[in-house]
């Protein structure tokens, strides 16, 4: 016998789940209503990178993103925890190595990486085959895929997310939001 999921269990904002209601649940899931329905400050939020492309298993434009803006959000919401998922090793190996870079040119983001270190949730970078039941207040996703020259087409091979034991869907950009 199988039961189906009736509420959402983790997400506080109702926009975290409204995707995966519709299109896996059937619009079928008992959502409550979030009081940060309308917020600019939670919820989902797309940020393209425009320059953006996917060679030999990496966007370092994008990887560049991620990094400044979770080295951006740990600066100014120091006490939030971080976790960062990008859709492959090679891609979270860059965005530990764009975010060192960025520890090694700028003093106040390698102190902020030492404190948080120590805190009850610290940062995590993990490709989505190792990310798995993990919470943070924020969570920036690096799609990693994308055209292969500026202004180029997106090719349809996405790794793991098109295998058949991971949903079927496709963002492009990264979810999180830096200003």
Not at 50 to 68: H, L, T, Y
Not at 83 to 99: F, S, T
Request: glycine share 6%; hydrophobic share 35%.
């Amino acid at each position: 016998k199988t039961r189906r999921l009736r509420w959402p269990y983790r997400s506080k904002n109702e926009s975290l789940i409204a995707f995966s209601n519709k299109h896996f649940y059937d619009s079928d899931l008992v959502l409550f209503p979030s009081p940060f329905k309308a917020s600019d400050e939670f919820g989902v939020k797309l940020h393209k990178v425009p320059r953006g492309r996917f060679n030999n298993r990496r966007n370092i434009e994008e990887a560049q993103d991620v990094a400044r803006c979770a080295a951006k959000h740990l600066l100014d919401n120091p006490n939030e925890s971080i976790g960062i998922v990008a859709m492959n090793a090679e891609q979270r190996d860059e965005i530990e190595r764009q975010l060192d870079q960025l520890s090694k040119d700028q003093p106040a983001i390698a102190e902020a990486l030492e404190i948080n270190k120590e805190s009850a949730d610290p940062i995590f970078i993990k490709n989505l085959e190792n990310v798995q039941g993990d919470e943070r207040d924020v969570i920036y996703i690096s799609m990693t895929y994308g055209p292969e020259q500026i202004g180029g087409k997106t090719m349809q091979r996405f790794g793991p997310i098109n295998s058949e034991k991971n949903a079927y869907i496709f963002f492009n950009g990264i979810l999180g939001h830096c200003v």
